[in-house]
């Protein structure tokens, strides 16, 4: 027990400093952060969904889209990015009917390449995108820290006891506070005020990350394994430390930039928007 207490303890570190080195640095290095991300997250969803073993040829399409994906994001235009996702994904879609091969292809790609996409377009490259980013952290982690922490003191009604036995209400409830203070508080020692909408899109964030939560826990279930990988010591695959992470990462991209088509202000930054800037 010590030793993989251990093992936890400095994978647990060694995340967070790679983490806050590559968002406090931003540009280029956050990008390949984020790039790489997307590749381990493609890796770990076609292992669980057993891709290699149902559709190879979907799995190998489902791979070359999300390395062009990557490359993209971490060497080439970043505006390109949605554009080459939407066309992979239909592609994906087609090839999943016209082949008869597995669903979970076209949704791999999606869901590993838009976890890229949303997070380096929420960093940016500028100083609101890194108080964005460190403000999605502290919603994310405030939330799923503190939902074990309610969950477990309380207990209660169970969430989705078909999905993640161990979740409750009073879990979900906690955590979802916990994340909004510890957001606001950010927002506060950054701008010294904090607006309602902020504040509303915190709680978005929130609930979506423990949907993110739930939606890898409903993956694992539905294919009968416990971690989505073994790729950090101690701490399962890198889709069960980021499931809520993406989610609102996901949230935050997909709400800017239907603000940005519904009042036709193209130019704001998914950071400006979180803000209101």
Known sequence: MASELQK???SAIVLAVVTLAATWYGGTPFRAFAAGMSLLIYYEW??????????????AFGWVAVVCIAANLAFGDVSLGAP?????TVTALLLKFLRRGSGWMPGGVLY???SGISLAAIRGGDQVGLMATLFLFAVVWGTDILAY???RSIGGPKLAPRISPGKTWSGAIGGTVSGIALGSLLVLAFFSQISLRTVLLALVLSVASQ???L???FIKRRFGVKDSSHLIPGHGGVMDRVDGLVFACFAAFLLAMAHAAWTGYGETSVAGFLFGL
């Open 8 to 10: 936890r303890t400095i």
């Open 46 to 59: 076609s292992k669980m969904t057993r891709l290699p073993e149902v559709d190879l040829r979907g799995d």
């Open 84 to 88: 080459l996702l939407g066309g992979f």
């Open 112 to 114: 590993a390449g838009l």
């Open 149 to 151: 922490f309610f969950g």
């Open 211 to 213: 949907i993110g939560d």
């Open 215 to 217: 939606f890898e826990s």
